[in-house]
Protein backbone atom coordinates (compact mmCIF):
# COMPACT_ATOMS: atom_id res chain seq x y z
CA UNK A 1 0.00 0.00 0.00
CA UNK A 2 0.91 3.72 -0.89
CA UNK A 3 2.58 5.64 2.24
CA UNK A 4 2.52 8.97 2.86
CA UNK A 5 4.55 10.99 5.70
CA UNK A 6 4.12 14.55 5.62
CA UNK A 7 7.07 17.46 6.96
CA UNK A 8 7.59 21.21 7.15
CA UNK A 9 4.50 22.02 9.55
CA UNK A 10 5.29 24.90 12.02
CA UNK A 11 4.64 28.41 13.14
CA UNK A 12 5.01 31.26 11.33
CA UNK A 13 3.79 34.94 11.60
CA UNK A 14 1.09 36.67 8.88
CA UNK A 15 3.01 36.87 5.79
CA UNK A 16 5.41 34.48 6.04
CA UNK A 17 6.61 31.50 4.21
CA UNK A 18 5.93 27.17 4.57
CA UNK A 19 6.90 24.29 2.12
CA UNK A 20 5.42 20.90 3.36
CA UNK A 21 6.87 17.88 1.78
CA UNK A 22 4.70 14.63 1.44
CA UNK A 23 7.26 11.54 1.06
CA UNK A 24 5.70 9.09 -1.07
CA UNK A 25 6.90 5.30 -0.43
CA UNK A 26 5.14 1.92 -2.04
CA UNK A 27 4.05 3.86 -5.06
CA UNK A 28 1.69 2.26 -7.13
CA UNK A 29 0.88 2.32 -10.85
CA UNK A 30 -2.41 2.93 -10.12
CA UNK A 31 -2.14 5.93 -8.01
CA UNK A 32 -3.77 8.51 -10.25
CA UNK A 33 -4.13 11.53 -8.05
CA UNK A 34 -2.35 13.28 -5.09
CA UNK A 35 -3.30 16.24 -2.86
CA UNK A 36 -3.38 18.17 0.08
CA UNK A 37 -6.11 18.94 2.66
CA UNK A 38 -6.35 20.93 5.73
CA UNK A 39 -8.61 20.99 8.65
CA UNK A 40 -9.03 23.51 11.42
CA UNK A 41 -10.31 22.77 14.72
CA UNK A 42 -14.40 22.63 14.70
CA UNK A 43 -14.64 22.57 11.10
CA UNK A 44 -14.70 19.95 7.97
CA UNK A 45 -11.68 18.58 6.19
CA UNK A 46 -11.41 20.39 2.74
CA UNK A 47 -9.20 20.39 -0.12
CA UNK A 48 -6.57 22.85 -0.57
CA UNK A 49 -4.79 21.44 -4.00
CA UNK A 50 -4.70 18.53 -6.08
CA UNK A 51 -2.08 17.35 -9.06
CA UNK A 52 -3.26 14.49 -11.41
CA UNK A 53 -0.13 12.57 -11.99
CA UNK A 54 -0.78 11.25 -15.51
CA UNK A 55 0.34 14.96 -16.69
CA UNK A 56 0.86 17.32 -13.98
CA UNK A 57 -2.74 19.32 -14.25
CA UNK A 58 -3.38 20.94 -10.15
CA UNK A 59 -6.21 22.01 -8.77
CA UNK A 60 -6.09 25.10 -6.19
CA UNK A 61 -8.59 26.49 -3.80
CA UNK A 62 -10.03 29.55 -4.48
CA UNK A 63 -9.05 30.61 -0.76
CA UNK A 64 -5.28 29.63 -1.11
CA UNK A 65 -5.61 30.82 -5.52
CA UNK A 66 -1.94 33.20 -5.98
CA UNK A 67 -0.86 32.16 -2.42
CA UNK A 68 -0.24 27.91 -2.59
CA UNK A 69 1.56 25.94 -4.85
CA UNK A 70 1.52 22.11 -4.82
CA UNK A 71 4.38 20.22 -7.16
CA UNK A 72 6.07 17.20 -6.87
CA UNK A 73 9.59 15.68 -7.47
CA UNK A 74 9.17 12.30 -9.46
CA UNK A 75 12.90 11.51 -8.32
CA UNK A 76 12.48 12.25 -4.80
CA UNK A 77 9.31 10.50 -4.78
CA UNK A 78 7.72 13.80 -3.04
CA UNK A 79 4.95 16.03 -3.14
CA UNK A 80 5.21 19.63 -2.02
CA UNK A 81 3.13 22.46 -0.95
CA UNK A 82 4.88 26.09 -1.14
CA UNK A 83 2.45 27.83 1.08
CA UNK A 84 3.74 32.03 0.64
CA UNK A 85 1.41 35.13 2.25
CA UNK A 86 0.00 32.59 5.11
CA UNK A 87 -2.75 34.12 6.63
CA UNK A 88 -4.13 32.85 10.21
CA UNK A 89 -7.44 31.49 8.47
CA UNK A 90 -4.56 28.97 6.90
CA UNK A 91 -3.67 27.72 10.48
CA UNK A 92 -4.64 23.83 10.59
CA UNK A 93 -3.80 20.43 10.01
CA UNK A 94 -2.44 19.78 6.56
CA UNK A 95 -2.74 16.00 5.37
CA UNK A 96 -1.19 14.81 2.12
CA UNK A 97 -3.54 12.20 0.79
CA UNK A 98 -3.37 9.89 -2.50
CA UNK A 99 -6.34 8.64 -4.86
CA UNK A 100 -5.93 5.40 -7.04
CA UNK A 101 -8.34 4.65 -10.10
CA UNK A 102 -9.54 8.34 -10.57
CA UNK A 103 -10.41 10.10 -13.46
CA UNK A 104 -8.68 13.51 -14.13
CA UNK A 105 -11.79 15.02 -13.67
CA UNK A 106 -12.11 13.66 -10.23
CA UNK A 107 -8.83 15.04 -9.09
CA UNK A 108 -9.81 18.12 -7.55
CA UNK A 109 -10.02 19.97 -4.42
CA UNK A 110 -13.86 19.46 -4.50
CA UNK A 111 -13.28 15.56 -4.63
CA UNK A 112 -15.32 14.00 -1.48
CA UNK A 113 -12.13 13.20 0.96
CA UNK A 114 -13.63 9.25 1.06
CA UNK A 115 -11.91 9.04 -3.08
CA UNK A 116 -8.78 9.13 -1.64
CA UNK A 117 -7.45 5.95 0.07
CA UNK A 118 -4.21 6.83 1.76
CA UNK A 119 -3.59 9.54 4.26
CA UNK A 120 -0.58 10.64 5.98
CA UNK A 121 -0.54 11.59 9.26
CA UNK A 122 -0.23 15.29 8.84
CA UNK A 123 1.64 18.09 10.12
CA UNK A 124 0.79 21.61 12.09
CA UNK A 125 0.35 24.80 10.20
CA UNK A 126 -0.07 27.95 12.70
CA UNK A 127 0.12 31.20 11.50
CA UNK A 128 -0.23 33.86 14.08
CA UNK A 129 -1.77 37.86 13.29
Known amino acids: QVQLVESGGGSVQAGGSLRLSCAVSRFTYSTYCMGWFRQAPGKEREGVATIYLRDGSTDVATSVKGRFTISRDNAKNTLYLQMNSLEPEDTAMYYC??????????????????????WGQGTQVTVSS
Open 97 to 118: AAASWINKGSCTVGTDTSRFGF
